[in-house]
């Protein structure tokens, strides 16, 4: 293996691309992806999609969207690895190797399925109501996207720190029993990564409904910075920045001198319209090129598959002749 880090991480295709994601997730990873110390490997998770989706044709269009958000936003394929997982037909075979070794009370007590039996109970349900052995499995299909690759490092957000010490745990196990293949990876939790408020306010979330859509034309998404939930004081009126959700959007985005003068301009009185009207200019500077590009990769999907296919090809350069090794390791292998 090479000396340099392996960062990895996947995205779930069931949505479309918002600014929260943009300026939580996307961007720090592709200027990450620009350090020539580490190797970065990022996957459209679609089979993780189907646990939460059951629409064919929202998987299919958010892996057409995220894939092409990536590239208009500039991710260098050419050092990146970025692949869909679905086309590393390695991955869902690992999932079984380590499926064996997993034990099921792990399972028990992920966060996400617990919460689906709470939610049962507290409804007077059957305790399994409408939980699929993908949702139960999850976290074992997303050690298999790890250990596949070897990562050392994976980038996410806190709720996916459990599924981390998960792959840790059925690493370890599998090493025990097998040998020492798996390199136990780590989870990356970027405390710096400005959490974006949404339109109302909170956390920038689907599950709110309070996003704002990544590639909006120019008009709507001044529309929606407009719509931005602020207090009722008047222009003139010293404002405090720290409460406020257009602030924490602008900081999100600004350099540190554009925030320290938009900083004073809330001290002296900046009316709500005017600093909402800034905010728009610069994410709509930061983005207007960059929405050109994705106009133009989603009116041309042969050349998504293509920069896919690609990465597929390079992903599974590290992950067939892996695969062989762990199922060598386990006895699946010639009879001679
Ligand atoms: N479960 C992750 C999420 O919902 C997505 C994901 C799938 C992932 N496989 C992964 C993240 C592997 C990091 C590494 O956000």
Not at 67 to 96: C, H, K, N
Not at 109 to 114: F, L, P, V
Not at 146 to 167: C, T, Y
Request: with cysteine; net charge neutral; hydrophobic share 40%.
């Amino acid at each position: 293996m090479s000396s340099k880090k392996r960062v990895l991480t996947g995205i779930t295709t069931t949505g479309t691309p918002h600014l929260g994601n943009y300026v939580g997730a996307i961007k720090p990873a592709i200027a990450a992806s620009r350090d020539g110390s580490t190797e970065s490997f990022y996957f459209l998770a679609d089979y993780h999609a189907l646990v939460k989706c059951e629409d064919p044709e929202r998987v299919q269009r958010s892996t057409l969207e995220i894939a092409a958000t990536w590239l208009a936003l500039g991710l260098d394929t050419g050092r990146a690895v970025f692949y869909r997982q679905s086309d590393v037909p390695e991955i869902p075979e690992l999932t079984w190797l380590l499926s064996c070794v997993t034990a099921k009370g792990l399972m028990n007590r992920a966060h996400a399925y617990k919460a689906a039996v709470d939610d049962n109970q507290l409804a007077g349900a059957d305790p399994d109501y409408g939980i699929t052995m993908g949702l139960f499995s999850y976290p074992v299909l997303m050690a298999a996207d790890i250990l596949m690759f070897n990562a050392e490092r994976v980038p996410v957000g806190k709720d996916q720190v459990q599924h981390l010490e998960m792959a840790r745990d059925i690493a370890q196990r599998f090493n025990h029993r097998y040998g020492e293949h798996f390199v136990l990876p780590e989870a990356v939790v970027d405390e710096h990564v400005a959490t974006l408020p949404g339109t109302d306010g909170r956390k920038m979330s689907k599950s709110y409904d309070n996003t704002v859509s990544l590639w909006l034309p120019e008009k709507q998404l001044r529309k929606a910075i407009m719509k931005i939930k602020t207090n009722s004081q008047e222009p003139g009126e010293p404002k405090d920045p720290d409460g406020a959700a257009v602030y924490a959007v602008y900081a999100a985005f600004a350099t540190p001198d554009q925030r320290r003068s938009m900083r004073q301009a809330f001290a002296d009185g900046i009316a709500w319209g005017e600093v909402k009207q800034q905010l728009f200019e610069m994410i709509n500077a930061e983005l207007g090129a960059a929405r050109e590009r994705y106009l133009a990769l989603m009116a041309d999907t042969d050349k998504v598959e293509h920069e896919l296919a690609r990465g597929a090809e390079r992903a599974r350069a590290i992950s067939r002749p892996f695969i062989e090794r762990l199922r060598a390791a386990v006895g699946i292998r010639p009879l001679a």
